[in-house]
């Protein structure tokens, strides 16, 4: 790719190197343009003679038809793709979804020279027509074979960015306290409601049982009969771990004790655990507020019936001080 100056009446079908402006400084045609017959006669009405302009040679592709190629291979999901002047490709989400992110297939895409993706963070809950990515092109043009290359690793890996959508969730709460659980219920339901409404959802099924190994266990299987997407256990008292009266419950049930502690503030007494495919969440203080904690981070993926990995609770410690 060469740029140049041309006379105007020259300069049909090449790529304007910069962006035209009208006395008074209103744009008259962006950078990237590729010109057209009207547009000379439009820059000769505007008093100009010459251009600064680029072509693509041979082995070179397009701004926008490059950054269209890999905005397909991108993403999955209930997303759409809408292109923008300048090499740019937008993912929108086309409904309430989780946002999942391959991290480390992002940032090999992005040590590239001639292509880069900005992608909200993983497990970010999405609203419908957000956006939720964008993809950038070098300016003007990009060398197939770098663009071969992206593609292959996209083609090979899968793609970066999945928007998993969230309808229908059905969210069972287990309120307990080792008096009373209806005290439980009566300092935390107000909360949960509050913090299940940012993701369009409300509790479906809710049990307040004394906080014993026994009735805890019972209470549990009881919700899981009515298969929820997930659990929520809203506990008065906070857990010294997985051997507390909670963790023992959960697997006297037989639950997978997936992770106990995150490196979240607030919300480092994370204890996640499952039930064949239903995740079971205990968060004791993180009921008391709503404001940001570790809920609001791993709750959009459970919604999403998306299996979270203690080796990804893990990760959230980069980003997981919330306050």
């Not at 992110?101 to 963070?121: F, G, H, K, Y």
């Not at 497990?123 to 027509?129: C, D, G, I, V």
């Not at 043009?141 to 890996?157: F, G, K, M, S, T």
């Not at 999945?162 to 219920?185: C, H, K, M």
């Amino acid at each position: 790719m060469k740029a140049q100056t041309v006379d105007v009446r020259e300069s049909a079908g090449r790529i304007l190197c910069c962006t035209i402006f009208r006395q008074g400084g209103r744009k008259l045609l962006a950078k990237g343009h590729v010109l057209s017959e009207d547009d000379i006669r439009l820059l000769e009405t505007e008093g100009l003679g010459q251009v600064w302009v680029t072509e693509l040679e041979d082995g070179e592709i397009g701004e926008d038809e490059a950054v269209r190629q890999v905005a397909v291979e991108t993403g999955c999901g209930c997303l759409e793709i809408c292109l923008a002047a300048g090499g740019r490709a937008n993912l929108f989400a086309t409904e309430d979804c989780c946002v999942l992110v391959d991290e480390e297939l992002l940032r090999q895409i992005n040590c590239t020279a001639s292509i880069v993706i900005a992608t909200t963070p993983n497990f970010t809950h999405a609203r419908s027509q957000q956006r939720i990515a964008t993809i950038k092109s070098a300016p003007f043009a990009v060398a197939q074979p770098q663009l071969d290359a992206v593609i292959n690793i996209l083609r090979e890996r899968g793609p970066i960015l999945q928007a998993r959508f969230i309808r229908s969730s059905a969210v069972a709460v287990l309120y307990t306290d080792p008096l009373n659980g209806e005290r439980a219920r009566q300092l935390f339901e107000p909360v949960v409601r509050q913090r299940l409404d940012r993701f369009g959802v409300a509790p479906s099924y809710a049990l307040a049982p004394p906080e014993d190994e026994g009735s805890v266990a019972r209470a549990l299987q009881h919700l899981l009969r009515a298969r929820p997407t997930a659990v929520l256990v809203a506990s008065t008292s906070a857990p010294a771990g997985p051997d507390d009266v909670v963790g023992r419950a959960m697997a006297r049930i037989g639950c997978h004790l997936e992770r106990f502690l995150a490196p979240v503030e607030p919300g480092n007494l994370l204890l996640l655990g499952y039930k064949e495919e239903v995740p079971i969440v205990s968060a004791p203080g993180c009921f008391r507020s709503a404001k940001p904690n570790v809920l609001d981070l791993v709750l959009p993926p459970m919604l999403a019936r998306y299996r979270i990995s203690g080796w990804e609770v893990a990760g959230l410690g980069h980003g997981g001080l919330l306050g």
